[in-house]
């Protein structure tokens, strides 16, 4: 072997390192353009379409024998790169308060079911599953046990047209119903 500089005997024994860590970078790239070029699946394309913030003055509550209509409002926000969405909800509910939720929807490939994971200030804390009935509307469902009775919940969210959402929850404590939810929402700017 030639005789080689201190200096580039160092870069000669980094070589190796380098041509790796520059293939590791090429490869990162090239996967990070595949993935935002790649086409979501239909479920994906479809909850994406909720995307935006809705309100409605007039939606209609029944808890038990009670019966209110309400202003409520979802925001819809796409995240990770549009695999799912962040909604955060709000409505001011007569006799209870302030509700404040947050929910994370997203599509399971395996199971082929959306998700929708609910929180919220009232109390709420499960996971809805559920799939596409049409090319317009969502059915969820969660299935428990609240104050030591069944309890099933269904979620129905249909989107009327490009500006209008409607969206319809039922309630159900050992087989009779315990809320009901209903209104049609209007997409806003902004």
Request: hydrophobic share 40%; proline share 3%; glycine share 10%.
């Amino acid at each position: 072997m030639l005789n080689q500089s201190p200096m580039t005997m160092k870069l000669l024994a980094q070589l190796p390192y380098r041509l790796m860590m520059g293939h590791l970078f090429t490869l990162l790239l090239c996967q990070n353009a595949m993935s935002q070029t790649a086409q979501q699946p239909e479920a994906v394309q479809r909850m994406l379409r909720f995307a935006g913030h809705w309100e409605t003055n007039e939606a209609k509550i029944t808890m038990g024998d009670r019966h209110f209509t309400m202003p409520y409002s979802a925001d819809f926000t796409a995240v990770n790169d549009g695999t799912g969405l962040l909604m955060q909800e709000t409505a001011t509910v007569p006799g209870v308060g302030q509700l404040k939720g947050m929910n994370l929807l997203g599509w399971d490939p395996n199971l082929e079911q959306v998700h929708l994971y609910s929180i919220d200030n009232l109390g709420t804390c499960h996971d809805h599953s559920g799939y596409w009935t049409s090319g317009n509307e969502l059915f969820l469902e969660y299935q428990g046990i609240q104050e030591g009775k069944i309890y099933m919940e269904q979620i129905r969210i249909t989107l009327v047209d490009n500006d209008h959402l409607r969206l319809r929850l039922v309630s159900q404590l050992n087989g009779g119903t315990n809320e009901l939810i209903d209104g049609t929402f209007v997409r806003k700017a902004g």
